[in-house]
């Protein structure tokens, strides 16, 4: 199970960064097809923004989006490794802060931020490190703020998960690709789930107005989820809708087969995107 520590030697000291986490976008095809079919039609409601915090930027994969999409941004990070590297690919970027924290504390003033946003890394968090984040984003939270923020659901799905460890390496492929357990190689948290994330938003004072229990990469076992978090009272409260979404990997198949250069031989020879964020992303 990812703790708090091994998150931090694993992103700090042993993870292969040569690929700057691009590689994590190959099921989409690449960074800018996975941002255009799976992120900015969940966020678009919301965005541009005044204040955008970023939790877990990583080597920026979806920094270089957001930062064109607010009038400040504030990444953080416990990997100081990504936070520099950051700093090197966004130089010519004057609107952003940069913060090494302790993968628990966020150190921003009360009412500062517009919209948070989390995708791709907060899956590898504790529950209790997603409850104490969602205790300070309550004061940091403008009035009409709100959160999006992606997370383990495995917590949800304990047994499947133990039993899919245990698994002969043969078996495991089938039963993942059916559905019926999780795959290992995501390194999703055990302890955090959908139903848990619900418990601490309320703890906090906050409204979880949607969560989208999502599969990933491999099968359709619903590992993830995406919640959206408000103010309570604000524009976007409402009571809470919940959705089970898990054919994710079959929406990348289609961008990938139709819609990538992947698919088109002659823009192969053409320069992939996926560095740097267009003129123009709303």
């Known amino acids: 199970m990812p703790d708090l520590e091994l998150n931090r030697v694993v992103w700090t000291e ?9 590689e994590w976008s190959e099921w989409w095809g690449d960074t800018p097809a996975f941002w255009a ?7 678009h409601a919301f965005l541009p923004t005044a204040s955008v915090l970023e939790i877990g930027p990583g080597y920026g994969r979806w920094t270089q989006y957001l930062q064109c999409l607010c009038d400040h941004l504030t990444i953080v990070d416990m990997a100081p490794n990504c936070i520099d590297h ?14 090494v924290n302790d993968g628990n504390s ?24 997603l409850a104490g984040y969602l205790a300070q984003l309550r004061n940091i939270l403008r009035p009409s703020g709100l959160a999006f923020i992606h997370h383990s659901n495995l917590g949800a799905h304990r047994i499947s998960s133990r039993l899919s460890h245990r698994l002969p390496k043969g078996l495991q492929p089938f039963l993942v690709k059916s559905g019926l357990v999780p795959a290992e190689v995501h390194w999703r948290d055990e302890t955090a789930s959908a139903a848990r994330f619900r418990e601490h938003c309320e703890s906090a004072g906050l409204s979880c107005v949607s969560q989208e229990i999502i599969s990933w990469q491999d099968g359709h076992f619903p590992i993830d989820a995406i919640s959206l978090v408000s103010m309570p009272g604000s524009q976007w409260d409402r009571p809470l809708r919940v959705t089970r979404n898990l054919l994710l990997a079959n929406e ?15 823009a192969l020879g053409r320069k992939q995107g996926g560095t740097a964020a267009p003129d123009n992303v709303y």
């Open 37 to 43: 079919g799976a992120i900015w039609p969940r966020i």
């Open 14 to 22: 042993s993870f292969d960064w040569s690929e700057e986490g691009e």
């Open 106 to 129: 966020l150190d921003l003033p009360d009412q500062s931020i517009d919209f948070v946003f989390s995708f791709d890394s907060l899956v590898h968090a504790p529950d209790q490190v």
């Open 86 to 99: 950051c700093r090197q690919r966004f130089a010519h970027a004057t609107n952003i802060t940069y913060q």
């Open 252 to 266: 990348a198949k289609r961008m990938v087969e139709m819609y990538s250069h992947h698919s088109f031989s002659k």
